[in-house]
């Protein structure tokens, strides 16, 4: 039995953070994650698993603060 994960939505910010460290782990670094262009980071939140935001619905202050928070996740695990 699976458990349950709800739906992400573009402002769940720290989900999808998460989702993208699971998905790039260590390979993508501060720098590099700051680097990703935002046609990118688009395509690749809209593939994540539970991810129902709508592509017209992203916007860039979305893009910023998934980045941000994926640098945050990317440094908690480097501790």
Same mark, same amino acid.
């Given at each position: @039995?699976?458990?349950?994960?709800?739906?992400?939505?573009? =402002? +769940?910010?720290? +989900?999808?953070?998460? *989702?993208?460290?699971? *998905? &790039?782990? +260590? $390979? &993508?670094?501060?720098? !590099?994650?700051?680097?990703? !262009?935002? #046609?990118?980071?688009? $395509?690749?939140?809209? #593939?994540?698993? =539970? &991810?129902?935001? *709508?592509?017209?619905?992203? =916007?860039?202050?979305?893009?910023? @603060?998934?980045?941000?928070?994926?640098?945050?996740?990317? !440094?908690? =695990?480097? *501790?």
């Amino acid at each position: @039995m699976s458990h349950y994960e709800p739906p992400i939505h573009w =402002n +769940d910010y720290e +989900d999808i953070a998460l *989702k993208l460290y699971e *998905k &790039f782990g +260590d $390979e &993508f670094s501060e720098s !590099r994650i700051y680097r990703v !262009r935002f #046609t990118d980071l688009l $395509e690749w939140v809209l #593939t994540l698993p =539970n &991810f129902e935001g *709508k592509r017209e619905d992203s =916007n860039e202050g979305h893009l910023e @603060m998934i980045q941000s928070a994926w640098v945050y996740e990317w !440094r908690d =695990n480097q *501790k």
